[in-house]
């Protein structure tokens, strides 16, 4: 069985950093790509970034690119996304996604095309 631990949440000011972690089992982590999803209160979830099994391809959103960092370390099973000059809006739920289809820029964006999921850490932005 696949699972998928996320830790690293918390409250910080705004313009502060946090780096959140995911760590998986159950699969060998090489063969998954990599997401990282978020769901504010009263919105639907909403893409954030998210790795090819390689590291080469990466995708963000146009809400966090540049100062958002997705990678990997697949010799301990984990994913990161450091998060750096963080706003209000960037308060949500944040989970990680893990699917074992070949990379694609285009489904990558999509919950849809992710089989396994982190049960959220909360991330939550003073102003």
């Known amino acids: 069985q696949v699972q998928l631990v996320e830790s690293g949440g918390g409250l910080v000011q705004a313009g502060g950093s946090l780096r959140l972690s995911c760590a998986v089992s159950g699969r060998t982590f090489s063969d998954l790509s990599m997401g990282w999803f978020r769901q504010a209160p009263g919105k639907e979830r909403e893409f954030v970034a998210a790795?090819?099994?390689?590291?080469?391809?990466?995708n963000y959103a146009d809400s966090v690119k540049g100062r958002f960092t997705i990678s990997r370390d697949n010799a301990a099973n984990t994913v990161r996304l450091q998060m750096n000059s963080l706003k209000p809006e960037d308060t949500a739920v944040y989970y990680c996604a893990a699917t074992p289809t070949p990379w694609s820029s285009k489904w990558s964006i999509s919950g849809n095309e992710y089989n396994y999921w982190g049960q959220g850490t909360q991330v939550t932005v003073s102003s």
């Open positions: 790795i090819s099994r390689s590291s080469l391809s990466k």
